[in-house]
């Protein structure tokens, strides 16, 4: 079983920054890969960027490319999402996830574990 914490969401202009963390509970975190999702109320949670067990594979949704980067730190059980030259429309809630069943993955059926999500708020 694993717990995810997300943290860092809140506030902030169109071309600022914000960078996510997500916390993951237990020893085995460098088991899994990670992913980020979103959602906005009243549409579906869409794949957002994902990164393989050791980090060394990496895949971002085209509209976030150049400007998001998924990074982890195994010895500290996180995962991060830094987000540069936000836009409004990544106005979101933030969901981590971890799935021990693939080496990275872009659809959420992939996963096993969420996170209860980050409001990420861009304003224009």
């Known amino acids: 079983q694993v717990q995810l914490v997300e943290s860092g969401g809140g506030l902030v202009q169109a071309g600022g920054s914000l960078r996510l963390s997500c916390a993951a509970s237990g020893r085995t975190f460098s088991s899994y890969a990670m992913g980020w999702f979103r959602q906005v109320p009243g549409k579906e949670r869409e794949f957002v960027a994902a990164?393989?067990?050791?980090?060394?594979?990496?895949v971002y949704k085209d509209s976030v490319k150049g400007r998001f980067t998924i990074s982890r730190d195994n010895a500290k059980n996180t995962v991060y999402l830094q987000m540069n030259s936000l836009k409004p429309e990544d106005t979101a809630v933030y969901y981590c996830t971890a799935g021990s069943r693939v080496w990275v993955a872009v659809s959420a059926s992939a996963y096993d574990y969420w996170g209860a999500g980050t409001l990420v708020s861009v304003s224009s």
């Open positions: 990164i393989s067990r050791t980090g060394g594979s990496t």
